[in-house]
């Protein structure tokens, strides 16, 4: 199965899953950011809720541990006014030896209208999404290392809140690429929405031999790729997916590859810094940045909500209906 193979729109080019940023059009994902920032206001409001979603059933289907995704599309969703059901992987049935398809059968036979999926494999929101039947649509909430789409629609929302346009800038990404789903759907994201320059910094060892032709310029020195950038994004090392000794100690990657105030002074002064989280303080930042005046990195978790109720809302086909629109 190739998991590139894009199935996430409709026949009239509208969202119908979002499992990848790939091969979608800059006008969709403007059209996820205009749509996010009318939700801004919800979460501002006394009663945090609006009815777009009433009716609706959203399955939150997490394999693979979260913090921050499993719990804003939750809000999200119930922002939305839709009812949530969070299953248990470690306690559901696939622990019991029932296949994935039976357990999606059964929640399709509760009348569900939405599956939100991470997963450890890279294409298993794909595979979910092909073999779900036609009314339900899927949203990709990280699979393996392959993509996390509504990550990078909220790191572009939170960038667009700070800078006038997407085609002056220039954004580092720094650390871990090779592992990052996160860092993939960045690049498309980036390059789709015209930013000027895409660096990608860290060791060989963690930088995809295939990533330029994706775009962006490589840099082993900190300090040269950040150089004037006016957005960085520092990933952790996701040693969990890390197959044999692919770095020295942490105390050494941190002197190579840290964000300290130092380092961070190569950047441009009105630079802002980005992590999607978890953040692993004194390995890949320091909590002096980290806490620090230039920091936007739970602004980014608050923009989650918004984007997400986004997201949702679109690929049920229920905002511009809720709007009485066509
Ligand atoms: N950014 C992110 O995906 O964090 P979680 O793993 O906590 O969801």
Do not use: W
């Not at 939100?116 to 092909?130: L, N, T, Y």
């Not at 950040?226 to 044999?244: A, P, T, W």
């Amino acid at each position: 199965m190739s998991y590139r193979q894009n199935i996430q729109l409709t026949p009239d080019k509208k969202l119908k899953h979002f499992l990848t940023i790939e091969g979608l059009s800059r006008a969709i994902l403007t059209d996820i950011l205009d749509t996010a920032e009318t939700f801004v206001s919800v979460g501002e409001q006394a009663v945090k809720k609006v009815p777009i979603l009433r009716g609706k059933t959203i399955v939150n289907l997490f394999f693979e541990n979260s913090t921050r995704t499993r719990t804003t599309f939750e809000l999200a969703a119930k922002r939305l006014s839709a009812d949530v059901l969070n299953i248990n992987i470690s306690v559901s049935a696939t622990s019991k030896g029932e296949s994935l398809l039976d357990t999606l059968r059964n929640l399709e036979a509760m009348q569900s209208d939405m599956f939100v999926v991470r997963h450890s494999e890279s294409g298993a929101a794909h595979f979910i999404a092909q073999n779900a039947p036609d009314h339900i649509s899927v949203i990709n909430a990280g699979d393996g290392c392959h993509a996390h789409p509504t990550q990078a629609m909220l790191d572009m929302f939170t960038i667009r809140r700070h800078f006038p346009s997407f085609n002056q800038l220039k954004v580092a990404i720094v650390g871990d690429i090779l592992h990052s789903r996160v860092a993939r759907s960045q690049i498309h994201a980036l390059t789709t929405l015209g930013v000027e320059e895409v660096r990608v910094i860290g060791p060989k060892t963690l930088i995809p031999t295939d990533v330029e032709p994706m775009g962006v310029h490589v840099y082993h020195d900190l300090r040269q790729g950040l150089d004037d950038v006016d957005v960085v994004i520092m990933l952790r090392l996701q040693n969990e997916r890390m197959q044999g000794a692919l770095l020295p100690s942490p105390q050494e990657y941190f002197q190579s590859y840290g964000l300290t105030e130092n380092t961070l002074a190569y950047a441009r002064p009105t630079a802002i810094v980005m992590h999607p989280g978890p953040i692993n303080r004194g390995v890949e930042i320091s909590s002096k940045v980290a806490d620090g005046p230039r920091s936007v990195i739970l602004e980014q978790v608050t923009n989650g909500i918004a984007v997400r109720m986004a997201v949702m809302s679109m690929v049920l086909g229920s905002y511009a209906a809720a709007r009485g629109e066509k």
